[in-house]
């Protein structure tokens, strides 16, 4: 029902990394999967990154386990290039970025086990999203592989994702917590009467809230990272640039209902708003179009049937129709929101008869992405 | 109705499961069997009336019927709940209202990781006291993944300051928290392998912090029409393409449903729309009882 102009393999030739975008449970893993086969059958050394796979599609990419080491997946024979499936690890990620930029390694070993740094790095607003593109920028860092197929957390807004970085920064600026490292020398340095008061009154806040204790543990805390700031805002800079170079390319992926397409097209116009363009729309899981034999009468195709199954098949058949209607209102909202304006690529992604469990499943959707007979 | 502190039904779920739409039809069901409602909006995306348009096939319909809402809804407002902690727990008066620009905020956030997950919770739980006159408080809450740090908050904050006055209060939520009489954690979900996936391990992530026993509901089951021999019989004849998708697709989600159920008991069942306004209120009503522990129910 909803044919595609060009493949979305030929909207994507050229680009080196990939990144694709969407609410959780839309398919992204799979999508970014059959993309990265795609390539790597074509001849492409590729890397898949990916962040929380579905169990099945974890055990076929060999990543089920969150510190599962990166893993070669077995190509058809014909293939020329290679596909390695990887598995974020957000917790070592972050710890190999405090490595990499403390000043010495007794700080960072400090640091890693202070007791507000397992707070902080696990349960942080955003830090995985944040790992994922500090996990992507090693890899391209790395030069192992030509294409980078990267499939982002989940998120419901463009700023939830990007702003990511800034956040994690912004938090640990030092201007709103070189006060709790060093209340006292700031304090004494404050300049007017009332930047005092104001003062004093957060650190009796801060002081109510934590306590004594926690306080000081804060200030030791804060000093440690506040050494390895420079290289993350240096580093969350790179990720910027990264995220908007010519060969870097977005892809949204929704899912066919009505509702979804409405949020996937907010969070499409809340990246171009920031300078971020997307280049294709994936839509997942859309119902096959009607089969042949829906062509020849229900009552001849279903002469021998036993009774049961003549009327659950009619049923059957209508509540298909029915969810494809739903699907085509779907696409026709998504088409219509992009009227008179540029569109980004557009593909609808049949769906498989069931959940994308096992490598050919990947290699089926690989077909219908690059649309190979 | 009879004086004392609400029931709370926190209705979380994977993004996209139908969460805005399951608690308003609750609350409106309860409203309209008479109980004193509130409905909380915690995402400021679902605070708007679009989030009562029933989609067809994302969540189940309503009556339909456009009669002016029957509960009270409520805004969960990030600075007005930390002014109330400031003000009320902190007991820092007038001068709170100056800390309340964004840096100060991140400062307090960043000395004590939770605080504001906190600050957030005890605007909810606070609903539920009984002067407030509610009997039962229906959270739209954020998303699985955020909803965990939101309700594991009080437990967060004791390991790093067990003495205070937001000790005290963490411990407060603690006990409503706690208590199924007090409070239902409410887990929405759709029958697929990842939502499931993530839906138990939260149920365990919820158990080991010792938050009252979650409920599972999943969200758009496919009907059954066939028993497995007539299956057999479509597989061997190839007489309709269209009933065998339907059938392997409806077998799938079962399979689903008994993994859920092994791990968590009975899981009510809420049927997909393939017809918009197809799912009656009756449905609504029946899973609320269920929720609120009145009467059992089959799944199907």
Redesign the interface.
């Known amino acids: 029902m909803t044919q595609q102009r060009s493949p979305l393999a030929g909207v994507l030739a050229g680009k080196r990394l990939i990144v694709l975008v969407g609410?959780?449970?839309?398919g992204k893993t799979s999508t970014a999967a059959a993309i990265g086969y795609a390539s790597a059958r074509a001849g492409e050394r590729v890397g898949v990154l990916t962040v929380?796979p579905?169990?099945?599609l974890g055990d076929a990419l060999g990543i089920r386990d969150i510190d599962a080491a990166p893993r070669a997946v077995t190509l058809p024979a014909d293939s020329e290039g290679a596909l390695v499936a990887m598995r974020l690890d957000s917790k070592r990620t972050f710890d190999r970025m405090v490595e990499r930029y403390a000043p010495s390694e007794q700080a960072a070993r400090t640091l890693l086990q202070h007791?507000?740094y397992e707070?902080?790095s696990g349960?942080?607003?955003g830090s995985e999203h944040y790992m994922a593109f500090q996990r992507l920028y090693e890899l391209v860092e790395a030069g192992e592989q030509d294409v980078l197929v990267v499939d982002t957390p989940?998120a419901?807004n463009a700023a939830e994702l990007l702003s990511a970085p800034a956040r994690l920064t912004?938090?640990?600026?030092t201007?709103?917590?070189s006060?709790?490292a060093e209340p006292a020398r700031i304090l004494a340095r404050a300049g007017g009467a009332l930047a005092r008061a104001?003062m004093s009154?957060?650190l009796?806040?801060?002081e109510?809230?934590?306590?004594d204790a926690?306080?000081k543990s804060?200030g030791e805390f804060?000093r440690l990272f506040g050494d390895i700031l420079s290289g993350l805002e240096d580093r969350a800079r790179e990720i910027d640039a990264l995220l908007r170079a010519p060969q870097t390319a977005f892809v949204l992926v929704a899912?066919p209902?009505?509702?979804?397409i409405a949020r996937a097209v907010r969070f499409h116009d809340a990246l171009a708003e920031i300078g971020i363009e997307v280049a294709a729309i994936v839509v997942n899981r859309v119902t096959?179009a009607?089969?042949p034999?829906?062509m020849r009468p229900?009552s001849e195709?279903?002469a021998?049937?036993?009774p049961?199954?003549r009327g659950?098949?009619t049923?059957?058949?209508r509540?298909?129709d029915?969810?494809r209607l739903?699907e085509s209102k779907a696409m026709a909202r998504l088409r219509a929101a992009f009227q008179g304006r540029k569109a980004p690529a557009i593909f609808a992604l049949e769906s498989l008869?069931?959940?994308v469990a096992t490598l050919d499943d990947i290699g089926a959707l690989a077909d219908r992405l690059s649309a190979r007979p | 109705m009879k004086p004392g502190p609400a029931r709370i039904l926190f209705v979380t779920g994977?993004?996209?499961?139908g969460k805005s739409f399951l608690s308003r039809a609750l609350a409106r069901a309860a409203a309209l069997r008479g109980m004193a409602t509130a409905l909380v909006h915690t995402r400021p995306?679902t605070a708007s009336p679009a989030g009562a348009v029933p989609?067809?096939?994302?969540?189940p319909a309503g009556n339909g019927s456009a009669r002016a809402v029957p509960y009270q809804e409520v805004e969960l407002d990030e600075r007005e709940a930390l002014e109330t902690f400031?003000v009320r727990i902190?007991r820092?008066g007038f001068?709170a209202r100056?800390?309340l620009d964004s840096?100060?905020f991140?400062?307090?956030?960043?000395?004590?990781?939770?605080?504001s997950d906190l600050v957030r919770l005890l605007g909810i739980t606070a609903l539920s006291r009984t002067e407030k006159g509610l009997e039962l408080v229906v959270v739209d809450a954020p998303?699985t993944?955020?909803s965990l740090?939101l309700l594991t908050s009080p437990w967060?904050i004791l390991e790093?300051?067990p003495?205070?006055?937001?000790a005290r209060e963490a411990r407060m939520a603690q006990a409503i928290l706690d208590n199924p009489g007090r409070f239902v954690p409410v887990i929405l979900t759709?029958p697929?392998?990842?939502?499931v996936?993530?839906t138990l391990s939260l149920v365990e992530q919820l158990r080991r912090a010792g938050i009252a026993p979650a409920r599972v509901v999943v969200n758009g089951l496919?009907?059954v029409?066939?028993?497995a021999r007539?299956a057999d019989?479509?597989l061997a004849?190839?007489?309709?393409?269209?009933?065998l998708?339907?059938?392997?697709?409806a077998r799938?989600q079962g399979e689903l449903v008994d993994i859920l159920e092994a791990r968590v008991g009975p899981c009510p069942g809420l049927p997909f729309a393939?017809?918009e306004g197809e799912v009656a209120s009756a449905e609504i009503g029946a899973l609320l009882s269920d929720l609120l522990g009145e009467t059992p129910r089959a799944r199907r």
Do not use: Y
């Open positions: 609410e959780g449970g839309v929380d579905a169990p099945r007791p507000i707070a902080v349960s942080l607003g989940p419901t912004g938090l640990l600026d201007g709103a917590l006060i709790l104001s009154v957060l009796a806040l801060v109510r809230i934590t306590g926690l306080q804060v804060v899912r209902r009505s509702q979804d096959p009607p089969p034999d829906r229900r195709r279903l021998d049937a036993p049961a199954v659950a098949a049923v059957m058949e509540e298909m029915a969810l739903i008869d069931v959940d | 994977k993004g996209g499961t995306e989609s067809a096939g994302n969540a400031l902190l820092l001068v100056r800390l840096r100060t991140s400062a307090v956030a960043a000395a004590a990781p939770g605080v998303a993944g955020h740090p967060r790093l300051t003495l205070g006055p937001v759709t697929e392998e990842l939502a996936t993530e496919w009907p029409h066939l028993q007539d019989w479509l004849s190839n007489a309709s393409t269209d009933a998708l339907h059938w392997k697709r799938r393939f017809t």
